[in-house]
């Protein structure tokens, strides 16, 4: 997977070369490039804001760099580039709710470029030209709260994608067992334990020492329902309503 980020502040996403994610890079799973939107300018000052039309706080950053910093990303794609280009991601408070579903989504595209917004925002013209050239922009947001720009919320996207790669994490199976997983109709994972059989006065679930493989797995299934019902009951609830909808279309 080619992975192109546009950003004003390439450092912040040095965490990238770190671990799992560092290590599939070196292996050639994930092609990174990071690049400088600054590199787009033409004034002394190197300038990627101004004051937004209609008023208002803050600084908006500018459509023409913007404009000659994706069109060379455009403009190079890779081998495995699909006829449509890239997904366009702009990481976003505004933005369609990143999740586990769009992480799987997203982890079967061979390109994704990532623009980071700082200041208020990018110019809304941007995503209004890439849309209207056929470019498949998605604005996505981690969650309802604002960070100060689009670069923390691209660590995230980035590791929650490229750790489902073939390759990156060692063993897949785990994938499939985690909390959000389609695997598990997207329950929260039960609680998990490793040695010693008590830690301070408290013991392993008797059932995971049973040796007993169906007893343990109801008792996984059952706690990942209690513990999904306590925290998410709007994941319950979702999963209820596709049931009754699975349920009408048998009728
Ligand atoms: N909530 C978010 O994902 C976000 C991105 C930029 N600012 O906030």
Known sequence: MRVDVVTIFGEYLQPLSLSLIGRAREEGLLDLRVRDLREHTHDRHRTVDDTPYGGGAGMLM????????????????????RPEGPVLLVPSPAGE???????????????????????????????????SRG??????????????????????????????????????????????AAAHSGLLEHPAYT???????????????????????????????????????DIVAALDAARCDAADLRV
Not at 104 to 128: K, S
Not at 221 to 226: F, H, I, N, S
């Open 135 to 180: 470019v498949r922009v998605r604005e996505v947001s981690l969650g309802d709260y604002v960070l100060n720009g689009g670069e923390v919320a691209v660590l995230v996207i980035v590791e929650a994608v490229a750790r489902l790669l073939p390759g990156v994490v060692g063993n897949a199976a785990s994938v499939e067992e985690e909390s959000h």
């Open 62 to 81: 500018r459509p023409e760099p913007w404009g000659e910093a994706l069109d060379a990303v455009l403009a190079d794609p890779p081998g495995d580039a």
């Open 195 to 233: 040695k010693p059989a008590t830690w301070r006065g408290l013991d392993v679930p008797a059932v995971l020492t049973s040796g007993h493989h169906g007893l343990v797995a109801r008792w996984r299934r059952d706690e990942a329902l209690r513990r999904t019902a306590r925290r998410r009951p």
């Open 97 to 131: 709710v990143f999740r586990q579903a769009t992480a799987v989504e997203l982890a079967a595209e061979p390109w994704l470029v990532f623009a980071c917004g700082r200041y208020e925002g990018i110019d809304a013209r941007v995503v209004e030209h890439y849309a």
